[in-house]
């Protein structure tokens, strides 16, 4: 017996990884370089769960698929017109920054606040999908967050598998040290996952799903309302990227042993 689920996909935009990334000092905080100029794709790990989110749908009749996306409506709609082809979704959109040193708990804020305001959401039924990590901040609290302020305390992180079972229980694999896995199992929803990268490849392009999705998805954009961030009270003393070393020498007929041996002597010093 299937069940029906209304799955809520947290996930925005972020630069395009393959472009330099210059951190700046601005007059309203750190910002990257050129940050309006630079491509951007949907953050992978969001990427993960909403792909993870549209097969369980499939799988699973009645089941709707709702992504939340807070960032800038321009550049949204730019990266929507590849995403709205990889598989069907109702688009909500907060209008806002989405970058990286935005509050991870102001983010969540948002999240939440737009999440309550969706329309026909049954929330006994929600499963709410977001990534694992981050490609803008590097970090899984946004996801959890969101789960808090909505009352959702089933959470799992590190997620690679989710299975419906008969009965409406959700079985769990969840990423653990040494390439293990740990398998918990909730009677239902509602529940928060935080994805990793799961175990299905990026969908095809589907050219009908994609005018589908923007039929959908251009009247979302259009009324996006402005979003709130101005209750944090982060501050960064600065931002910079990491500093590379590089040593070499090069020797000749030296016993592995010393090798090995020096490079240990040099990681602790």
Known sequence: MGSEFHIVVCGSIVPDPLQTLAPQDGPAGPSLKNEMMLPAVLDPWAGHALFEAANLAAKNPGSQVW????????????????????????????????????????????????????????????????????????????????????????????VDRLTVGGDGSLEVLERVEGGAYQKSVVDGAPAAFGWATGELPEPPNNPQVGMQNMQKNMPALMQAKPADLSGTSLKFSSVELPKQRRETRIVKDVPVDEMAKEIVEWIKG
């Not at 800038?72 to 929507?80: E, G, H, I, R």
């Not at 899984?140 to 909505?150: D, F, N, P, S, Y």
Request: glycine residues 14%; negative net charge.
């Open 67 to 158: 992504l939340v996306s807070l960032g800038p409506k321009a550049k949204l709609q730019q990266v929507m017109m590849s995403v709205s082809q990889k598989a069907p979704f109702q688009l909500v959109v907060a209008d806002g920054s989405a970058s990286g040193f935005t509050d991870a708990y102001e983010t969540a804020r948002v999240l939440a606040e737009t999440i309550e305001g969706i329309g026909g959401l049954d929330k006994s039924k929600m499963l709410l999908f977001g990534g694992w990590q981050s490609a803008s901040r590097g970090s899984g609290a946004v996801i959890q967050m969101v789960g808090e302020l909505l009352g959702v305390t089933e959470q799992f992180q590190g």
